[in-house]
């Protein structure tokens, strides 16, 4: 069993919102590497963050990623910090990995003022600058292709993945 895509991406770049209409129109289920861990902790990820930190946090994620790729033959949105670990990315070869490029201005608008993620709490666009800047490189090591979702709709974009599944 594994995803039939798998989506990577900033956070902003519309992983779930676009995961669930690819999913939809593939009639196959969405599932989200994020709220896995939400209902394995039992609790919201910013307060995974206060209470344990984030490198526990990254610790659940790991777990999360390796058994969402072992168990989903769906479309899989991973969190946006998932591509930080090596061995997430190396997990990632061989699967089919859409990254959902978005520019900052479409990140900041879409995100707003970062309510319930907890590494844009203090300056939401300095931020996603700062996150765009070291993720995009690692985005680009595991995607299979990247699609631009700036100023699109999600299923105008989950079109788009779709019809690169086919080829």
Same mark, same amino acid.
């Given at each position: 069993m594994a995803p039939v895509c798998v989506l990577v991406g900033a956070p902003g770049s519309g992983k779930t919102t676009v995961g669930? $209409?690819?999913?939809?129109? #593939?009639?196959?289920?969405?599932r989200d590497t994020d709220l896995d861990i939400v209902r394995l902790a039992g609790k919201p990820i910013s307060e995974i963050f206060i209470d344990e930190g984030e490198e526990h946090f990254r610790t #659940?994620? +790991?777990a999360a990623v390796a058994a969402a790729l072992a168990s989903c033959?769906?479309?899989? $949105? #991973?969190? %946006? %910090? $998932?591509?930080l670990a090596e061995e997430n990315r190396a997990a990632l070869v061989g699967h089919p990995v859409v990254h959902l490029s978005v520019e900052l201005s479409d990140?900041?608008? +879409?995100?707003?003022?970062? /309510?319930g993620r907890p590494l844009l709490a203090l300056n939401p666009r300095a931020t996603l600058k700062h996150l765009?800047?070291? +993720? +995009?490189?690692?985005? /680009?090591?595991? $995607?299979?292709?990247?699609v631009t979702t700036d100023g699109r709709a999600p299923q105008e974009i989950a079109a788009e993945i779709a019809a690169l599944l086919k080829r």
């Open positions: 669930q $209409a690819l999913a939809d129109l #593939l009639g196959v289920e969405f #659940l994620e +790991r033959d769906g479309v899989l $949105a #991973l969190g %946006g %910090g $998932a591509v990140a900041v608008r +879409r995100v707003g003022l970062g /309510a765009l800047d070291q +993720r +995009r490189p690692l985005y /680009a090591e595991v $995607a299979t292709a990247t």
